[in-house]
């Protein structure tokens, strides 16, 4: 299998999988008004074929075990961890992808991803702690304070735009209206983060020991409990959607060509940043990024994701001046945070 002999080219593959992260999403936006739960079936399945195409082509090539040969000799509790952590993440980034519906870009991944970094880095240094620990949690910290003040701006102009909609009517209910509350947003939010900071250091449990999986083999098995998992969450989601009415299976054969390939596209661009950093975490100790590290570099996929929502889709638009200061106060706690982080591993 082929992986990195420098701490450039590991660095190098996190920056990439921060881009794959922060991108895959505007999927879902171009995707117009097809639902996420349609969607995601596509995307499930396009998380798979990137992870088999991976295990067929750099899995395979190289010195070390090919990803058969991997799985032929590691454990089954190393294969349950893979498949568990796939699972955890799918029901992770389904509660995401309702949150992005819901709340929009700016919004889901700064609270929901910003709180997975935290939970992870934590996490993923007790397993295998590399980089200044002081660093580590400095960074942490400073992204606890851009999710909260990322709440508080989104807070604030749902309420705005409520006023607005609204109008001079003392009533919303008299107005016809029905007030649009943040509540919903955050709280989808916040549950996809708890869960997605979970699934990495789970991931980690299985590429420990001498039988352990290797970056492609795991991708690979991780890519099965996600496209499994999704029959299960995703049907939940269809009959009991967080907005709108329920969905039915047959509704999926009416999305156009093009929809169902943005779903396909979605999962392709996701795997490729969650096998870049697999594979960057995988390194040779001497020139690691290390795994804590470089699950937080890669969570800078919040700032690219926020930066798609403000500047592209203008999720903020209209907004007071003092939601745009807040949001500019998010944006900078985030660069903070994780600049701190990434400077950890060359700090002892």
């Not at 937080?296 to 200061?325: H, N, P």
Request: hydrophobic share 55%.
């Amino acid at each position: 299998m082929i992986i990195p002999t420098t701490y450039t080219a590991a660095l190098l593959l996190t920056i990439i999988s921060m881009i794959c992260w922060g991108s895959w999403a505007n999927t879902t936006k171009l995707a117009g008004k097809w639902r996420f739960e349609l969607f995601y079936f596509d995307y499930a399945f396009g998380v798979l074929l990137c992870a088999i195409l991976a295990a067929a082509t750099f899995g395979s090539m190289g010195d070390d075990l090919t990803v058969l040969d991997n799985l032929a000799v590691t454990g089954k509790r190393q294969i349950f961890w893979g498949l568990l952590g796939g699972v955890v993440f799918n029901l992770a980034n389904i509660l995401l992808v309702a949150a992005i519906t819901v709340a929009g870009l700016a919004v889901a991944f700064p609270v929901g991803i910003g709180l997975a970094l935290v939970i992870g880095v934590v996490w993923n240094y007790a397993i295998n702690p590399q980089g200044n620990r002081g660093l580590l949690f400095a960074g942490a910290a400073l992204v606890v304070m851009a999710i909260i003040t990322d709440a508080i701006a989104y807070a604030q102009h749902a309420a705005q735009k409520a006023r607005e909609e609204t109008g001079a009517s003392p009533s919303p209910a008299a107005a016809g209206v029905k007030k649009k509350s943040p509540v919903k947003g955050i709280a989808l939010s916040l549950a996809s983060g708890v869960l997605m900071g979970s699934f990495y250091p789970i991931v980690e449990i299985s590429k420990q020991g001498e039988i352990g999986l290797g970056p492609y083999a795991v991708g690979l098995v991780f890519a099965i409990g996600v496209f499994l998992s999704t029959f299960v969450f995703n049907l939940y989601f269809m009959n009991l959607p967080v907005q709108g009415p329920p969905v039915g299976v047959r509704d999926y054969f009416q999305g156009t060509a093009r929809q169902h390939l943005l779903g396909v596209a979605g999962g392709l661009i996701w795997c490729t940043g969650t096998l870049t950093n697999f594979v960057a975490a995988s390194a040779p100790r001497e020139i690691n990024v290390g795994p804590a590290i470089s699950y937080a570099l890669g969570q800078g996929a919040t700032m690219i994701s926020a930066l798609w929502g403000l500047l592209v889709w203008k999720e903020f638009a209209g907004a007071s001046a003092k939601v745009k200061a807040l949001l500019a106060v998010m944006l900078l706690l985030f660069v903070a945070g994780l600049t701190t982080v990434s400077v950890a591993p060359l700090v002892r």
